[in-house]
């Protein structure tokens, strides 16, 4: 149902900027509670970042907690994460993932299918 597609990756220096952007071009994610989750080589997927249904609470991972910003427009099927102080621990794949509704709690993918993620290389 949900088909995400995620861009905005690039190869930035360290201390540099990016923003990811996550559209859906299935289902209306209006009813859902989003997220970013990041693959880097030879880790698993792990949580970045989730954000409510309205849009008003969010949770990050402490290695990213006051570097990025998740959000998101309903209204476009979009979901964002602008990322600051870019960090060679940061490179990855990125994807974006409905999840639980319990973003106070953990961020918890519930995709059936993910996108082929967006890839962001921070190096100099």
């Known amino acids: 149902q949900f088909q995400f597609v995620e861009s905005g990756g690039d190869l930035v220096q360290p201390g540099g900027s990016l923003r990811l952007s996550c559209v859906s071009s299935?289902?209306?994610?209006?009813?859902?509670?989003l997220g970013w989750f990041r693959q880097a080589p030879g880790k698993e997927r792990e949580a970045v970042s989730c954000?409510?249904?309205?849009?008003?609470?969010?949770k990050y991972a402490d290695s990213v907690k006051g570097r990025f910003t998740i959000s998101r427009d309903n209204a476009k099927n979009t979901l964002w994460l602008e990322m600051n102080d870019l960090r060679p621990e940061d490179t990855a794949i990125y994807y974006c993932?409905?999840?639980?509704?319990?973003?106070?709690?953990?961020?918890?993918?519930?995709?059936?299918?993910w996108g082929q993620g967006t890839r962001v290389t921070v190096s100099s």
């Open positions: 993932s409905t999840t639980l509704r319990s973003v106070s709690v953990n961020c918890v993918a519930t995709t059936d299918s």
């Open positions: 299935g289902d209306s994610v209006e009813y859902y509670a």
């Open positions: 954000i409510s249904v309205s849009g008003r609470s969010s």
